[in-house]
Each structure stands twice: as C-alpha cells, then as structure tokens.
C-alpha cells in the first residue's frame, strides 16, 4: 500500500513549507487535508500532486474545506458524494484500487445519524476514511467522551468501521 497522511492544517496557504515538508519527507501517496480555509477564488497547486476539494464558505467566518492531494505518480479518479457535509473522495490505484474519504465535521454543526451512515453506501470497497470529526471518547483514547464522539462510536458500530 502507499503513505497516507491526514491533517488538520487550520489554514493551508501558512502552511505550504510544512506540506512540502511532508512530501519530501515520506513521499505520501495521498495527502487529506481538512479546515484548508480555501474559497473559490484562491488557486492551490502543489507539484507532483493533484487536487481534489471542497472549498470553506465565504466572509468572516470563512472555516472548514477538505481537500485531498493525490500523487501524480498513481491513476486517480474523482468520486461524486451527495452529501450536506463537508467531504471529498477519490479512488486511487496504487498496488489496487482504493477509496479514500477526506471529511471534515465542524464542532458546533448538527451532523445527523444519516449524514453520516450515508457515507458509507456511496463508497466503494476498500476505502479509508480520514477526517475531523471533532469527536471525543475513550474508545480512541480521549479523557472522556462527548456527544459527537458518542455519534462516531454509532457510526462506526452501525457500519462495522475501525477507528485508528
């Protein structure tokens, strides 16, 4: 399999040096980025890598976007989701076909049970899913667990999921 990596980069464009970092580092086959702060206006390439996102909204709170950078170095299809939350996917063959997922889920939005379980019947077998859900439980070793973090221990129970 190749490197995945995820991040939280709370602002993509300060952060340009530590994602070149990162790629001369471990040479990731796929880069999910979440909370980008990007909007439609603003241009994000990075060499060697394409990119698939979901851009943050417009204004003064302009929070959140996903975005999923896939090496140029593997076939890589975009997959359409018909979802209300922030998330973009691609499969990605690099020694077989997988899907990977990118969501970002912010702290004070109401996400639903189905939102969520919907997730799942729209990506194909085998897929990673890497995200900010904004969730807390001891399962995934918080000091305690939240009510998000109770609605990710559904989801992952609903859909036979492993958290890492």
């Given at each position: 399999m190749g490197t995945f990596v995820?991040?939280?980069c709370?602002?993509?464009r300060s952060k340009i040096v530590d994602i070149k970092s990162i790629v001369n580092k471990f040479h990731p086959?796929?880069?999910a980025l979440k909370e980008t702060f990007l909007s439609s206006n603003i241009q994000f390439k990075l060499r060697?890598?394409?990119s698939v996102r979901q851009d943050a909204g417009t204004g003064i709170n302009n929070s959140g976007g996903v975005c999923i950078l896939t090496s140029?170095?593997?076939p890589r299809s975009t997959l359409p989701l018909h979802t209300p939350l922030q998330a973009v996917a691609v499969q990605i063959h690099i020694k077989s076909l997988i899907t990977v997922y990118c969501v970002y889920l912010p702290p004070h939005d109401v996400i639903t049970q189905q939102d969520l379980d919907?997730?799942?019947d729209q990506l194909p077998s085998p897929f990673i899913l890497l995200g900010?859900?904004?969730a807390h439980s001891t399962l995934w070793g918080s000091g305690s667990t939240n009510s998000?973090?109770?609605q990710i221990e559904q989801f992952i129970s609903n859909n036979c999921l492993s958290a890492q």
């Open positions: 995820s991040w939280n709370r602002g993509i086959s796929c880069i060697g890598y394409n140029n170095l593997y919907n997730l799942v900010d859900f904004n998000r973090g109770r």
